[in-house]
C-alpha cells in the first residue's frame, strides 16, 4: 500500500488566475478552504509552495475544480509525481 502523499506543490499563478476569474477575493477564498488570508497571498506569489492534501483538496473544490484536474500542481508535480 502506497503512503498518502504529505504534500502537493502548487502553482500561485494559476490559484490567483482562476480565483480571479471567478471574482473571489483573497480573504474569501481563504476562509472556504481554512487558512490564512496572507498563507493564501504566499502561494499566489510563490514563496510558499507547498499544500497538505485535506487544504489542497478543500482549494480544488472551493474554485469548483474537479478531483480530476490538475492544473493547480506545479509542473514539476504534473511531470514527475510523486
Known sequence: ???PRPTFEVDGAVIR???MSRGIPTADLAR????SRSYLTRLEIGVRRHMRP???AALRQALELPTTDTQLLAE???THPR
Open 54 to 56: 485535506h487544504t489542497y
Open 17 to 19: 488566475k482562476i480565483r
Open 32 to 35: 472556504r478552504i481554512g487558512i
Open 76 to 78: 514539476s508535480e504534473t
Open 1 to 3: 500500500m502506497q503512503a
